[in-house]
């Protein structure tokens, strides 16, 4: 029974997600910190308010607390923004830098009287009819 659980363990994908998640943790401890150290300011720099959370408006005695939804929304879109930019376009041009283009296999040639193209095995030209050695 416990051999099953260390093969399960110690397969490739379990061992490979319990990275990417601590990873993943890790960089969002980082887009946090950056987003509400640096661009929060920045933004209140700009528009004059650096935190939405005390924005609301009350119909019959309930709050409703937009403000934090603005905060959360503007939050989400800037760790998209810094995902995206700093992680998936670096990987994505690495990816295409080192993968090399998959050649296709030949399947057809050329005619040698008509110049139309016919498959490497064919024996006659299917367009002039001509006679053709098959490529072995």
């Known amino acids: 029974m416990l051999s099953g ?5 110690l397969r490739g ?8 998640v601590v990873i993943g943790a890790a960089f ?4 946090t910190a950056f987003v509400k150290d640096l661009l929060t300011p920045l933004i209140a720099a700009i528009g004059g308010q650096p935190d939405f959370s005390g924005l609301f408006f009350t119909v019959n005695n309930s709050k409703f607390l937009y403000g934090d939804f603005i905060n959360a929304l503007v939050s989400f879109v800037i760790v998209a923004a810094v995902v995206y930019f700093l992680v998936v376009v670096p990987m ?3 990816a295409k830098r080192f993968s090399s283009p998959a050649e296709k296999p030949v399947t057809t040639r050329q005619c040698p009287e ?3 193209e016919i498959p490497l095995a064919a024996r006659r030209c299917a367009h002039c ?8």
């Open 13 to 20: 994908n379990v061992v490979d997600l319990a990275v990417a």
């Open 92 to 94: 994505n041009t690495l």
């Open 114 to 116: 008509c110049l139309s």
């Open 28 to 31: 969002t401890a980082i887009v």
């Open 5 to 9: 659980f260390r093969q399960f363990i």
């Open 129 to 136: 009819t001509a006679m053709v050695e098959p490529v072995t």
